[in-house]
Nanobody, 129 residues
Framework: QVQLVESGGGSVQSGGSLRLSCARS????????MAWFRQAAGKEREAVAR???????DYGDSVEGRFTISQDNERATLYLQMNNLTPEDTAIYYC???????????????????????WGQGTQVTVSS
């Protein structure tokens, strides 16, 4: 199990940038898939970006080309660089983790909130027009 603490949220004008951080503690030995999700008021939780334990990266369609996920060499901190923000990016952003499972060739791990079992408390991002 890991503990996750997000930071870096805030308010920004449309077109601006923010960088979110997620500090990981607890199990620092095992490989984990790390991800960012977001949930806007009245909407379902949405997958934003993921780094798998093997280093592969996935992005949600609505953020690809604007957001960049990364982590430090020790994998202790996960980042989400968000550029060209729009009011539609306003949401609570959550960091999530799940133990990495190596899949066979041709198989793809689902990028879904139901695949993650460790969650941070969330950080609010508000983008004004």
């Amino acid at each position: 199990q890991v503990q996750l603490v997000e930071s870096g949220g805030g308010s920004v004008q449309s077109g601006g940038s923010l960088r979110l951080s997620c500090a990981r503690s607890g199990d620092m030995i095992s490989k984990y898939d790390m991800a960012w999700f977001r949930q806007a008021a009245g909407k379902e939780r949405e997958a934003v970006a993921r780094i798998r334990g093997d280093g592969s990266i996935d992005y949600g369609d609505s953020v690809e080309g604007r957001f960049t996920i990364s982590q430090d060499n020790e994998r202790a901190t996960l980042y989400l660089q968000m550029n060209n923000l729009t009011p539609e990016d306003t949401a609570i952003y959550y960091c999530a983790a799940t133990r990495y499972v190596r899949l066979g060739p041709g198989l793809r791990a689902p990028f879904s909130e139901f695949a993650f079992d460790n969650w941070g408390q969330g950080t609010q991002v508000t983008v004004s027009s």
